[in-house]
């Protein structure tokens, strides 16, 4: 059978059996992949790295969006920027109370193709009425747009490629910018335990530009090396502290139905280890 191998990290690889190749192509910004595998249902690599699979995609994507919106209690405005598969914008797009979300991706392929071969990714969101979706790089876009956001959700490749843009100063500056006053920004950081300098740089850039700086985590299988660390900025730090009691009254209002977030896991997954604790610490 033939084999999907993925070298993220030097020296450590994981493998798929390949049952068949759906689509492969070099897109004007990453070589996009989707194959059927044999245990993870279909998968999409960009530039050979796994970027979701159908089987464990709802762990991320529900812990990326309904821990800032339930956090916040009162978000209208939702910015996604990367996601081109589209399963951030169908979590983020059951909260009735998110009045719009903008979806800033930088390659219109991964959209085009992740609708076509990975339809309950998106399950519609790309023709909601509530997306307004813009093809352009997300350091651009949050540095010049006149809108502003309650909540900014980073949904990007790793820092390699058209992805790094998203790790940088500049685009922290450009989230701080254009999040509303107690607005949250989340983001994508890696693995905690392979990508911890990732981590530590990206608290040293957060840490000048927002009051309250935090990661938290979630175990997603395919992103290998442990708990996927997200990071959290925001100038609100009450946010941070809502309470259980709160998030619950919340989650039952919203209705939503999730296979991984929980009120108590959106709690407990600030809760982390302490090496990566005294890593961020410095
Ligand atoms: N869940 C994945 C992960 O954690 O690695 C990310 C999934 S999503 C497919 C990543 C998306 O970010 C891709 O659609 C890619 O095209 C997009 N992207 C990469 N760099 C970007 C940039 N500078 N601006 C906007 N979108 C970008």
């Known amino acids: 059978m033939l084999e999907h191998k993925e070298n993220l990290f030097e020296g450590w690889s994981q493998v798929f059996s390949v049952k068949e190749v759906l689509f492969k192509k070099k897109t004007e910004h990453q070589e996009l992949v989707i194959f059927d595998s044999a245990t993870f249902g279909r998968v999409m690599a960009l530039d050979g790295v796994i970027q979701t699979t159908e089987k464990d995609e709802f762990v991320y994507h529900e812990m990326l969006t309904h821990v800032p919106i339930l956090a916040h209690g009162g978000v209208r405005q939702v910015l996604v920027i990367g996601g081109g598969d589209g399963a951030m914008l169908r979590e ?41 979706q813009v093809i352009a790089d997300g350091v651009d876009f949050v540095n010049e747009t006149l ?22 100063r500049s685009f922290y500056a450009g989230c701080h910018r254009c999040l509303r006053e107690k607005g949250i920004l989340v983001t994508q950081n890696g693995s905690a335990f392979m990508q911890t300098d990732e981590i530590v740089t990206t608290a040293k850039r957060l840490k000048p530009l927002f ?72």
Do not use: N
């Open 92 to 132: 983020v797009l059951k909260h009735a109370s998110v009045a719009e979300v903008t979806h800033v991706e930088i390659d219109r392929e991964v959209i085009d193709i992740c609708e076509r071969y990975l339809p309950r990714h998106s399950d519609g969101a790309f023709r909601d009425e509530r997306v307004k």
């Open 211 to 282: 009051e309250d700086c935090a990661f938290y985590g979630a175990a997603v299988p395919t992103y290998v090396g442990g708990i996927m660390a997200f990071a959290w900025a925001s100038d609100e730090p009450s946010h941070r502290a809502t309470s259980l009691a709160v998030l619950k009254e919340r989650y039952t209002q919203a209705e939503l139905a999730t296979r991984y977030y929980t009120p108590e896991i959106h709690q407990a997954a600030f809760a982390l280890p302490r090496f990566l604790v005294e890593a961020i610490e410095g």
């Open 147 to 168: 809108d502003r956001y309650d909540v900014i959700i980073s949904d990007s490749t790793d820092p390699i490629g058209p992805g790094e843009a998203l790790y940088t």
